[in-house]
């Protein structure tokens, strides 16, 4: 019993360090700003922020009970292993044996939380899926990967929304961009930028042969409302058009669908998932100045490598994760080594662990 009371407290003491890290009391302070913004009269007249500042305050408020009941169960089976010790009751000492790998593994899930610690982890994701070499097949890719983030957002709790897309003229997607929102999205969602490899039969040959297709992923954090890029009128080009997704007659028949062009970078967004051209314009400028920020951030990091000797090129051949269907199933992330043998699990949305075991390499 002795040993098991030490490894309680040693779980309390890895609970304390990571309440430390997290800082919880600062997390207290931003929930209870989050509702007092809430509780304004006119926090819904901008219901797509108000429904950002919803969803950040219930995924705040959600953590803190976590962290909260978890340190409050410990305490209790502190009290709990002291009597089972004095009594010697073997009931007693199994069910303190029990609840303490419960609150271990509770524990163990929380942790992974500690993983998220840059800057814009906490902050909504833009996620942008490009068809590559490949055809039709690559096109059908970037769908099949469209849907898995799906899955994976509504697994997480999170809201996707379509900002642009594109679809292929046979099948499949030539490219599609969306905005996920909810605590950690980016934080979540960074470990997929990159070029993903299909390895499979295709469908869409007769002869059933092998093929391999790619597809890029781009995802970066869309900035606090707190941060801003300044942006001159002058370096920006509008074209308006009519829309060609959904939306109904009414976006059909007006030029409600935008393209906005960052003269000095080449930047280019399209979107038209509004059927307002005004929310339409909004959204543009939020993506272009996430874009923006994200390219400043890249050009930084590039000359720190440079100073550290330490600098590597991104190619499109370089695929950061592999999914074989075909002789064999199999997904492998080349960074981590961290591979899955349920291909269909993983593309229904069931990336987590690929998630963690990104987060913890880069670490």
């Known amino acids: 019993m002795e040993n098991l009371i030490k490894k309680i407290e040693e779980l309390r003491e890895r609970l304390t360090r990571a309440e430390a890290l997290l800082d919880l009391p600062q997390m207290e302070s931003e929930a209870r700003e989050l509702k007092r913004e809430m509780s304004r009269p006119d926090f819904w007249n901008d219901q797509r922020k108000a429904a950002d500042i919803s969803r950040q305050a219930e995924g705040l408020e959600k953590e803190l009970l976590k962290w909260q009941s978890l340190s409050k169960e410990i305490r209790e089976l502190e009290e709990l292993a002291a009597l089972a010790d004095k009594e010697g009751e073997k009931d007693l000492n199994e069910e303190v044996e029990k609840r303490y790998l419960d609150l271990l593994a509770q ?124 942006i001159r009128d002058e370096d920006l080009k509008w074209e308006f058009y009519h829309s060609s997704g959904p939306g109904g007659q009414n976006v059909n028949k007006t030029a409600s669908a935008v393209r906005l062009i960052h003269l000095p970078t080449k930047i ?86 690929f998630s963690e075991a990104y987060l913890r390499f880069i670490k």
């Open 107 to 230: 524990f163990s899930d929380l942790e992974f939380l500690l993983l998220f610690s840059e800057k814009y982890d906490a902050s909504n994701a833009i996620v942008s899926i490009h068809a590559g070499v490949g055809g039709v097949d690559a096109q059908d890719w970037a769908q099949i990967l469209e849907r898995m983030y799906y899955r994976y957002s509504e697994k997480l709790g999170f809201k996707a929304e379509i900002i642009d897309r594109l679809e292929g003229q046979e099948a499949g997607i030539k490219s599609v961009s969306f905005r996920v929102s909810g605590h950690f999205a980016y934080g979540y969602f960074k470990s997929e930028n990159g070029v993903h490899r299909l390895v499979r039969i295709s469908p869409f040959d007769a002869e059933s042969m092998r093929h391999t297709s790619f597809a890029l992923v781009e995802v970066i954090p869309e900035l606090p409302e707190s941060e801003s890029v300044e």
């Open 268 to 353: 280019s967004i399209t979107c038209q998932s509004e059927r307002s051209q005004l929310q339409n314009r909004e959204i543009a400028l939020r993506v272009l100045r996430a874009k923006l920020k994200h390219l400043e951030e890249e050009k930084k990091n590039k000359e720190e490598k440079k100073l550290k000797g330490d600098v590597k090129v991104a190619e499109w051949g370089k695929q950061i994760r592999s999914y074989v269907m075909q002789p064999y199933q199999l997904v492998k992330d080349h960074r981590s080594d961290y591979e899955e043998t349920d291909i269909n699990s993983v593309l229904d949305g069931n990336l987590e662990k």
